[in-house]
Each structure stands twice: as structure tokens, then as C-alpha cells.
């Protein structure tokens, strides 16, 4: 079995617009014992505050929201290419409705109390600093606004210090 190991965030050198945006991410989090977990396309990596960080999206209706909510800490899941049915299962169905961790047969590690996947070729612990809910009276191009939010389901924009890098050996 593959064991991860902890890189140093100025040595991860793998494009956040492609693992983020093209090849898709878990988000998951921990609430009195039980994990859910979701697909996200948003997001990204930098630094805030001097610290290393990332930030996350997530709308209202989501599940996992009241998990990232009521927890410090989530991680951020990177899985091969291999897993893109169960990203787009996990990123359709409501952890509400049916237990998808199960179905999706990935397995739960933990490290530091946080949850991620065994399955995961990076795995990114983070640790919640800011969590603002958008405003429309912010956005600078209305467009934006219009396109993305015409069920006025705005998205909290989360910001975490990454606190570990876990990458596969
Ligand atoms: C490719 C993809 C990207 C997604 N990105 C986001 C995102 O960044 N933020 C968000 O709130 N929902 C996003 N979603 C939608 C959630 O993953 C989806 O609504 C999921 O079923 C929520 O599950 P939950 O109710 O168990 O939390 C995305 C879905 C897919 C398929």
C-alpha cells in the first residue's frame, strides 16, 4: 500500500488550474463523527495574512457546508483521472439523501482529526481562518453576479492555512 508523505508547500509544484480546475477536487469534513464529502471545481492556493493558503466556494444548499461549518478543519482531496465517475457521483448526489462515501467506495484516513482519502494522489489538511458569505452589492462586474447567482444561492468563500501537504510516494 502507497504511503504519503508531507511536502513542503513551496515545493509543491503542480498547476492549481489544472488539479482545481480541470481534474477536480474532494472537499471533506468531520462533524460529531461522520464525514461527508463533495466535488469542487473552485478554488485555489497562495498565500494571505503571511500565511499559505487556500480558498474554497461552497453554496448554501450544500451539505457538506454544515460540516465545514461546525469543524476547524477540512482537507482538500486530489484523486487520479480514474476516479472522475465517482467525482461527478460525489459532486451530483447529496450526502443529505444517501450515505456517498459508502457507495463510492473510497476510504476514510485521518491525520491531525482531519479526514481524507486513502485513494488521494495529494492530499491538502486545512485549517479555517475567514469564512464570508458574497455579497452582490461586491461584485465590480455585475455580469458575474447575474450569471452565477440568479437563485441568490451565494457561495461562503472559506480561507484555510494548508497545515500539511500529504502527496503519495
Ligand atoms: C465538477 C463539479 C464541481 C463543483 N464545484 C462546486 C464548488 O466549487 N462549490 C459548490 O458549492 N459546489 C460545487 N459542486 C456541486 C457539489 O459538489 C454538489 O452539489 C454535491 O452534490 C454536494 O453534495 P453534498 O450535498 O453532499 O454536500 C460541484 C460539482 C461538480 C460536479
Given amino acids: 500500500m502507497s504511503k ?3 511536502i513542503k508547500p513551496e515545493l509543491f509544484e503542480q498547476s492549481p488550474f489544472k488539479l482545481i480546475g480541470k481534474d477536480w477536487m474532494l472537499i471533506t469534513a468531520e ?3 461522520k464525514v461527508n464529502t463533495m466535488t469542487a ?3 485555489g492556493f497562495g498565500v494571505m495574512w503571511g500565511v499559505n493558503v487556500a480558498y474554497i466556494g461552497i453554496r448554501p444548499q450544500r451539505y457538506t457546508k454544515e460540516f465545514v461549518d461546525n469543524s476547524e478543519t477540512f482537507s482538500l482531496t486530489f484523486l487520479d483521472n480514474s476516479f472522475k465517475t465517482t467525482l461527478s457521483y460525489l459532486g451530483s448526489k447529496s450526502g443529505r439523501d444517501e450515505d456517498k462515501i459508502k457507495k463510492s467506495k473510497l476510504t476514510i484516513l485521518h491525520t491531525d482529526d482531519t479526514p481524507y482519502f486513502e485513494e488521494a494522489t495529494t492530499a491538502m489538511l486545512c485549517k479555517k481562518l475567514y ?3 458574497l ?3 461586491c461584485f465590480i462586474m ?4 447575474e450569471k452565477w447567482y440568479p ?6 468563500l472559506y480561507i484555510a492555512e494548508i497545515t500539511k501537504i500529504l ?3
Fill in 41 to 43: 471545481s473552485w478554488g
Fill in 135 to 137: 455579497k452582490p452589492e
Fill in 167 to 169: 502527496v503519495k510516494e
Fill in 142 to 145: 455585475s455580469e458575474l453576479n
Fill in 31 to 33: 462533524r460529531d463523527g
Fill in 151 to 156: 437563485n441568490v444561492d451565494y457561495h461562503t
Fill in 131 to 133: 469564512a464570508q458569505e
Fill in 4 to 6: 504519503f508523505i508531507e
